[in-house]
Nanobody, 125 residues
Framework: QVQLIESGGGLVQAGGSLRLSCAAS????????MGWFRQAPGKEREFVAT????????YYADSVKGRFTISRDNAKNTVYLQMNSLKPEDTAVYYC??????????????????WGQGTQVTVSS
């Protein structure tokens, strides 16, 4: 059974940093591109960042570019999202997701086949 488990969320002041982790079980993450999405209350889920299976290609939403960094450690079967200079508008539940087989890299939710349960990030002003 495929499981993606996020951790590292919490409450932080504006300007602070958090590092989210997404650990996988039941599959080998190195075979897949991975992504992070987020959903704020009353809003649709939105793309945050994605990384190719090799880690050589990354893409970011304009709203987080220059502040967030996605990375992966295939030996640990884990993907990370380093979030710096956090803003109150970054407050959301953050989800990690695995692309479907054969997808090289993706920014659309439809390309992702498995999702974690989410971790709450709250940024206070």
């Amino acid at each position: 059974q495929v499981q993606l488990i996020e951790s590292g969320g919490g409450l932080v002041q504006a300007g602070g940093s958090l590092r989210l982790s997404c650990a996988a079980s039941g599959l080998t993450l190195s075979n897949y591109a991975m992504g992070w999405f987020r959903q704020a209350p009353g809003k649709e889920r939105e793309f945050v960042a994605t990384i190719s299976w090799s880690g050589h290609n990354t893409y970011y939403a304009d709203s987080v570019k220059g502040r967030f960094t996605i990375s992966r450690d295939n030996a640990k079967n884990t993907v990370y999202l380093q979030m710096n200079s956090l803003k109150p508008e970054d407050t959301a539940v953050y989800y990690c997701a695995k692309t479907q087989a054969g997808v090289v890299v993706a920014t659309k939710a439809a390309a992702f086949g498995s999702w974690g349960q989410g971790t709450q990030v709250t940024v206070s002003s």
